[in-house]
């Protein structure tokens, strides 16, 4: 026996909820499942009360097969007299509920027959119209109904269709026609669902699945269903790429929340990064920054403050390599009246004091000297500061961030840095990669700085194809730094609108045609080993930087079944983590 679980109820609800009339649908038991919103009204019942329970003993109705008859028919229910009206509801030929349809008694029975027939009839219409699959519906051998899907799918039109015996279909011509011909004949031997698997001129695969309807144990209709499965399988992908576009979605609204304009990060490692500073910035830990020089470590000490509870305090940066030794000491927990010649009689607070409340921040530790190294480990361990020929220590409120281009644990080893304060700084230490190592954001930086030095200098300057490859193939030895002065100094000593190679300096652009460039021939070997070799490097690379085998095709330039093919011949493999 057909359930009516197995129907979509969704679609049912889509359909009939707007419908001008009051529904209910019922399972073979007399169980409510479905009433929409006008029968609710009608009945001045809560929303979903009567979902669930039986009919009989709510609206006092019979369960399908008895009682009410299949023509309108005047009933009090719940209190109120209804012009009722019951449809059996069948799926495959069989019974599988009931649908009441019923309204108050307002007009002539007739008027209302002819008007709930009319509404009936333009909902069934559209339901068959919205289907995504093509319709045929067939009546005595004669084809009378064809949905626009039908055309859409294989190319002809519906109107050709209409009127004609089955059998007399231009097969021939049409490889969809003859399959329909099949499953129509096999429906009518066997009386019961069929499915075949045909091909259109064009290419596309589908499935014709003809269904019969039986009235009186009889064959009069049959409904034929053409499902185009290569449309299907281009939808299921794009669907994926937009499921994944959705689910990136929040992350990449969380990184522009948390990194604002300043701050461009489109590789996986920099995301990391920013995540971790943005967990980070709610508690007062010590974080301890590394990596080269210009890789923006001070850019993302100043997002902690941004981020942290002490944003409205002050942010102090402090360049440890630019403090004269001699004046270390005063420079950063200050000084009282007359601790030295030179001093200014009201004396001085130092930087440590001037952060109260926010944070300071403290670049190129490692050049700090071992006498001051002393002094900072007492401050970050008594979270007090001492002022130079005071005896009264400051309270210390300020949060400490570090960064330094140097390793650390080497000048530990060599005795040029303090192991204990190392341990100290070492608390969490977020390494920042350089810029060549994550060159996918090269060209996004490039482009956030060429808008920035546009805006200020009045210009509508743009990059060339040529320039963006060379610049991405460049080494970057002073990172985002040396990134940011080469398109402000191109913007400004430039000619044109457009920025050519020949606007880089001679470093970046000799490096590009030497060193820099992205292959290079260094040996002799056969061109089909040179081939494979080249291919193989650059399908890691591809994969490496992009993550799936999808964009990867795309980064290449090149189909997906290309770099499917391409991982098998060279024995690659996708790394854990990485969907194809």
Known sequence: MSSIESFDMKTLAGIFESAPFAFVLTDVKGIVVFVNEKAEKILE?????????????????????????????????????????????????????????????????????????????????????????????????????????????????????????????????????HTIQEVFRLVQRLRKSVTSMGKLMHGNEIYVTATPVN???????????????????????????????????????????????????????????????????????????????????????????????????????????????????????????????????????????????????????????????????????????????????????????????????EMVKEGKFREDLFYRLYVVPIKVPPLRERREDVFPL????LRRHNSKFNQSKTFSREIIHIMESYQWPGNVRELQNIIERMVVMSDGEILEPRHLPHSVYSQESDEGSMIQVKGIMSLVQARETVEKKLLSHALEIKGTTREAARLLGVDHSTIVRKLKKYGLRISSGVSP
């Open 45 to 177: 019942i809560e929303p979903g009360s009567l979902t669930g329970r039986n009919i009989t003993s709510q609206m006092n109705l019979s369960v399908p097969g008895k009682g009410i008859s299949d023509t309108f028919n005047k009933k009090m229910i719940m209190g109120k007299e209804i012009a009722l009206y019951k449809i059996p509801f069948r799926m495959s030929g069989e019974c599988a509920g009931e649908m009441f349809i019923f309204d108050k008694t307002d007009r002539s029975q007739t008027d209302r027959e002819l008007s709930l027939t009319s509404d009936l009839d333009r909902t069934l219409e559209s339901l068959v119209e919205s289907f995504y699959d093509g319709l045929i519906f067939i009546e005595n051998d004669h084809v009378v109904r064809v949905n626009s899907s039908f055309s859409r799918i294989t190319g002809l039109k519906g109107e050709s269709l209409l009127g004609q015996r089955v059998d007399d279909l231009d097969a021939e011509t049409h490889i969809c026609l």
């Open 446 to 449: 490039a482009w956030h700085f």
């Open 215 to 409: 009235l009186d144990g009889q064959v009069q209709h049959i409904i034929v269903s053409i499902r185009d499965i290569t449309e299907l399988q281009l939808l299921k992908e794009e669907v994926s790429r937009l499921m994944a576009l959705y689910l990136s979605t929040p992350e990449e609204a969380r990184i522009s929340q948390l990194a604002g304009d300043d701050i461009i990060a489109e590789n996986r490692v920099m995301r990391g990064i920013l995540d971790m500073v943005a967990r980070v910035a709610q508690v007062d830990s010590m974080v301890l920054f590394e990596g080269e020089s210009g890789t923006g470590k001070e850019v993302l000490a100043r997002l902690i403050h941004r981020l942290c509870a002490r944003r409205k305090g002050p942010f102090i940066p402090v360049n440890c390599g630019a403090i004269p030794e001699n004046l270390f000491e005063s420079e950063l927990f200050g000084y009282v009246r007359g601790a030295f010649t030179g001093a200014i009689k009201e004396g001085k607070p130092g930087l440590f004091e001037l952060a109260s409340g926010g944070v300071i921040f403290l670049d190129e530790i490692s050049e700090m000297p071992l006498n001051c190294q002393v002094k900072l480990l007492k401050v970050i361990e008594d979270r007090e500061v001492m002022r130079v020929g005071d005896i009264k220590p400051t309270k210390l409120n300020a949060r400490i961030i570090a960064a330094t281009n140097r390793n650390l644990p």
